[in-house]
């Protein structure tokens, strides 16, 4: 049995997310996606909405045999890895700029937690420009994120601005 956590902010999650998710599926029984609690951050979407979203969407790909379960966190993640009883932790890198951070993540969570692997995975090239804070920017702006974020999201999120108008 293989268990992986894959964390994250997922405000919003996007296509490339769910890419790593669907590639996660194929090396691992169960994935744990895992939503940080960041009581800094003003998110666009609370923990809760981050979470029943994620549990939509994920119902829908192609998981393969793999389990998928959506929970948040908060504190340290190799100590939520650990409560998990978690093989490995995933985290997608895009482009060399997003390997500096990952790399001192992963090392300080290997200190840490030295048993505990971090694997890093490469979406699609049509996703290596996507983020999260672009999403919600262009958004914001007025551009169009189709083809970004799962249709759930485009909903949630057109929603939110009329609600908020
Ligand atoms: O999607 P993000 O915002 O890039 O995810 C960052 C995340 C959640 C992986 C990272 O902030 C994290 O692990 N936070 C939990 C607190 C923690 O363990 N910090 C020490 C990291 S070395």
Known sequence: MRRAIYPGSFDPVTNGHLDIIQRGCKLYDEIIIAVLINP???????????????????KEIDRGECTLTVESFEGLLVQYAADRQVDAIVRGI????????????????????????????????????????????????????????????????????????
């Open 94 to 165: 895009r482009a060399i700029s997003d390997y500096e951070y990952e790399l001192q993540m992963a090392l300080m969570n290997r200190r840490l937690q030295p048993q505990l692997e971090t694997v890093f995975m490469m979406p699609a090239e049509a996703y290596s420009y996507v983020s999260s804070r672009l999403v919600k920017e262009i958004f914001h702006l007025g551009g169009t994120i189709e083809g970004l974020v799962p249709k759930l999201v485009e909903e949630r999120m057109r929603a939110r601005l009329s609600s908020d108008a």
């Open 40 to 58: 800094e951050k003003t998110p666009f979407f609370s923990v809760d909405e981050r979470c029943e979203i994620l549990r939509s969407i994920v």
